[in-house]
C-alpha cells in the first residue's frame, strides 16, 4: 500500500514563505514521478510543480521563479519551497506520486496553505 503524508501547511502573510514536505512509504519504483497539485474552494485541482526520478521538473508557468520543487536522493520524499506567497495561492495542497513503470497515480491527503493579505 502506497502512501502519501503531507506536511508543512499552515498560514503565513502576503510575500512570506512555506516549506511543504511529502513522504511517501509502501513498494514504490525507482522510476517514478512525484509533485504537487492545488485546489482552492470551488476550482479545478491544478498543477504546480512536478519532479521526475531523473530531477527533470515542470512548473505551472506562472509559479515558476516563486516556487522550487525538489526530492531527496532515496526518491521517496518531496519538497515544495514556497516563496513571496500571494492570497491566490490559498489552497489546499496535494503530494502526486506516478509510478511511471505501472503507470499508477497516488494523492496525499492534502495540507492547507492560507495567505493573508
Known amino acids: 500500500q502506497v502512501q502519501l503524508v503531507e506536511s508543512g501547511g499552515g498560514l503565513v502573510q502576503a510575500g512570506g514563505s512555506l516549506r511543504l514536505s511529502c513522504a511517501a512509504s509502501?513498494?514504490?519504483?525507482?522510476?517514478?514521478?512525484m509533485g504537487w497539485y492545488r485546489q482552492a474552494p470551488g476550482k479545478q485541482r491544478e498543477l504546480v510543480a512536478l519532479?521526475?526520478?531523473?530531477?527533470?521538473?515542470n512548473y505551472k508557468d506562472s509559479l515558476k521563479g516563486r516556487f522550487t520543487v525538489s526530492r531527496d536522493g532515496a526518491k521517496k520524499t518531496v519538497w515544495l519551497q514556497m516563496n513571496s506567497l500571494r492570497p491566490e495561492d490559498t489552497a489546499v495542497y496535494l503530494c502526486?506520486?506516478?509510478?511511471?513503470?505501472?503507470?499508477?497515480?497516488?494523492w496525499g491527503q492534502g495540507t492547507q496553505v492560507t495567505v493573508s493579505s
Open positions: 519532479i521526475t526520478s531523473g530531477g527533470n521538473t
Open positions: 502526486y506520486l506516478r509510478r511511471n513503470v505501472l503507470g499508477i497515480e497516488y
Open positions: 509502501g513498494s514504490i519504483e525507482s522510476i517514478n514521478t
